[in-house]
């Protein structure tokens, strides 16, 4: 369902994608989750080792591919990512291996490296957590991250991930990993909504082949600081919404899809998971309005400033 974007190594992703973090989920919400999207229509799952759900992801859709004969693992795109305590090159092998042993599957169709920073780990695999509560950052690591980056790409090499990227990269982080790839990321996934356009990295992004992937395409259900705003009570939004006979999660993917990226909008809810699949086509002038709400914004609802005690975006402060 929906458009097929061509990644800048030749590989087919569906545009739209189905959001596997469950936050605080329940037991066996995920493999649910996931019958139904597959169920619905959704040909692209978006996962990571840090959500540990992947084995309901496997187990999801090992249900829903013997059910249907006619659908193979090949006709489905899977993402994962590396956490930030094992970008360590024997690390990142470890973590997509993990990974596909819980996804039940010889490969990925996307291996991202999950953030742009390294953190410290306990010898039992888990991340280190400074006297401050934050993540033990590894500057060396983080400062050059080619050592993970060469892992990636041996990975991509072996066939293992059909395609490798990274996810919450700014241009700056992005450059300069250009100037070392031997192997071009071929996605960047990051937070966009109309509370957070990002303009300039999506330009920048599709400037250098690499395909923005919005994460919190529906704005999350957060509240701006300080306002108490959300992007699901907006009233110009949802004004679009009901002249379009929508939902405003139809308006918002639309607006992603037809600015040109991947969107991933994630519902625990079968009935919204099928809806969200349902791709309506904005008029110019409707577009232009969303563009309109979205005009100057900068609402992050994923901000991991606090948990990992590093400036992510220094750029923003
Ligand atoms: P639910 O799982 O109850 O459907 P984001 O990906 O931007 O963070 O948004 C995810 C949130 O949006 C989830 O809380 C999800 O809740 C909700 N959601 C997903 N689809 C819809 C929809 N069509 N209408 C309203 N809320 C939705």
């Not at 080619?146 to 041996?154: F, G, L, N």
């Not at 993917?253 to 991933?264: F, H, Q, T």
Request: net charge neutral; with cysteine; aromatic share 8%.
């Amino acid at each position: 369902t929906g458009p097929i974007i061509k990644l800048n190594n030749g590989v087919s992703m569906p545009a739209l994608g189905f959001g596997t973090f469950a936050n605080e989920g329940s037991k066996g919400e995920t493999h649910k989750a996931v019958v139904s999207a597959l169920n619905a229509g959704y040909r692209h799952l978006d996962c990571a080792w840090f959500y540990q759900n992947e084995e309901e992801v496997g187990s999801g859709m090992r249900e829903f591919l013997s059910s249907n004969p006619n659908v193979k693992r090949e006709d489905i795109f899977i993402t994962t990512k590396v956490w930030n305590h094992l970008h360590e090159p024997e690390d990142v092998e470890w973590s997509l291996k993990d990974s596909l042993r819980m996804l039940q599957t010889p490969y990925v169709d996307a291996f991202l490296v999950h953030w742009p920073i390294a953190a410290e780990k306990n010898p039992d695999n888990t991340v280190k957590i400074g006297a401050n509560g934050k993540y033990v950052i590894k500057k060396s690591l983080t400062e050059n991250a080619e050592p993970t980056w060469r892992a990636m790409e041996s990975l991509y090499t072996q066939g293992l991930a059909k395609a490798i990227g990274v996810s919450n990269w700014t241009e700056k982080g992005i450059e300069t990993l250009l100037s070392y790839a031997k192997v071009k990321p071929t996605v960047n996934q990051i937070e966009i909504h109309p509370f957070l356009p990002q303009d300039n990295l999506i330009k920048y992004c599709l400037s250098q082949s690499i395909m923005p992937v919005a994460y919190s395409p529906l704005g999350s259900q957060d509240q701006v600081p300080g306002t108490g705003e959300k992007v699901s009570t907006n009233k110009d939004l949802n004004a679009i919404a009901e002249k379009n006979g929508s939902t405003l999660a139809q308006v918002l993917i639309a607006w992603g899809l037809k600015r040109g990226y991947s969107v991933l909008p994630k519902s625990s809810n079968p009935g919204r998971i099928l809806s969200n699949t349902k791709l309506i086509t904005l008029s110019e002038e409707d577009f232009a309005a969303v563009n309109k709400v979205a005009e100057g914004r900068k609402t992050r609802f994923v901000n991991m400033k606090d948990t990992f005690g590093y400036n992510v975006w220094p750029e923003e402060s």
